[in-house]
């Protein structure tokens, strides 16, 4: 669920400006897993930008010292949660540590790069959650080491169902600071998008998995 509805439009007017979020059902993305998309997200962008990096920080830690038990350590999703966990954890005073989706393969294989304790209280910190399997391995990694994750926090989330049900079944909190729908509807009301892309967008959004086939 998003933080807080005016952290989301302020969130979503900041991604549309920097152009972190790019809208173009004509010439749909690819993603990774080999989905279609009439938009495409890349959180990366705002750390070129000052006062937007400061922003997300802030309201990372409200959205931790409002909603979530009080972390002993933060986590960052590699790659991109990781610049935005370190900036929360400093501002916090606290440990920090990242976690691959997947062990690198040689060397120590380690998941988790960095020091902490079992028993430990984590939160962790990611930049954008679509179908939630890196996400979630990431939680899994962390419990594996002996940890609670006490809850998960991103910057957008493009809320499918399936996301949601898989931390609904580990029990584990999720905040986004921003979402899909909030994008979309800050995107129009500041003309963004011409009407002929909305239906597009809305069907798109019930089938991701075959939109575009």
Same mark, same amino acid.
């Given at each position: 669920?998003?933080?807080?509805?005016?952290?989301?439009?302020?969130?979503?007017?900041?991604?549309?400006?920097?152009?972190?979020?790019?809208?173009?059902?004509?010439?749909?993305?690819?993603?990774?897993?080999?989905?279609?998309?009439?938009?495409?997200?890349?959180?990366?962008?705002?750390?070129?930008?000052?006062?937007?990096?400061?922003?997300?920080?802030?309201?990372?830690?409200?959205?931790?010292?409002?909603?979530?038990?009080?972390?002993?350590?933060?986590?960052?999703?590699?790659?991109?949660?990781?610049?935005?966990?370190?900036?929360?954890?400093?501002?916090?005073?606290?440990?920090?540590?990242?976690?691959?989706?997947?062990?690198?393969?040689?060397?120590?294989?380690?998941?988790?790069?960095?020091?902490?304790?079992?028993?430990? =209280?984590?939160?962790?910190?990611?930049?954008?959650?679509?179908?939630?399997? *890196?996400? /979630? %391995?990431? @939680?899994?990694? #962390?419990?594996?080491?002996?940890?609670?994750?006490?809850?998960?926090?991103?910057?957008?989330?493009?809320?499918?169902?399936?996301?949601? =049900?898989?931390?609904?079944?580990?029990?584990?909190?999720?905040?986004?600071? *921003?979402? /899909? %729908?909030? @994008?979309?509807? #800050?995107?129009?009301?500041?003309?963004?998008?011409?009407?002929?892309?909305?239906?597009?967008?809305?069907?798109?959004?019930?089938?991701?998995?075959?939109?575009?086939?």
């Amino acid at each position: 669920m998003i933080y807080n509805l005016e952290t989301a439009k302020i969130t979503a007017r900041y991604l549309l400006q920097i152009k972190a979020i790019k809208i173009n059902p004509a010439k749909p993305f690819t993603w990774v897993s080999g989905w279609k998309s009439p938009i495409y997200c890349d959180n990366r962008k705002t750390l070129s930008y000052p006062a937007i990096r400061t922003y997300l920080r802030q309201e990372f830690v409200k959205c931790i010292s409002d909603e979530l038990t009080t972390p002993e350590v933060i986590a960052g999703v590699a790659t991109g949660g990781i610049p935005h966990g370190v900036l929360v954890a400093h501002d916090l005073g606290l440990p920090f540590i990242y976690v691959r989706t997947e062990a690198k393969g040689h060397g120590l294989n380690n998941k988790i790069e960095g020091e902490v304790e079992k028993g430990k =209280n984590v939160i962790i910190i990611e930049d954008l959650i679509s179908t939630g399997k *890196s996400s /979630y %391995n990431v @939680v899994e990694a #962390v419990l594996n080491a002996g940890c609670k994750v006490v809850g998960m926090i991103a910057i957008f989330s493009y809320g499918f169902d399936i996301a949601h =049900n898989k931390f609904k079944d580990i029990k584990c909190p999720l905040y986004t600071l *921003s979402d /899909y %729908n909030t @994008v979309i509807d #800050v995107a129009v009301e500041n003309g963004l998008i011409p009407d002929e892309y909305l239906n597009t967008l809305k069907e798109w959004r019930k089938t991701p998995d075959t939109w575009g086939q």
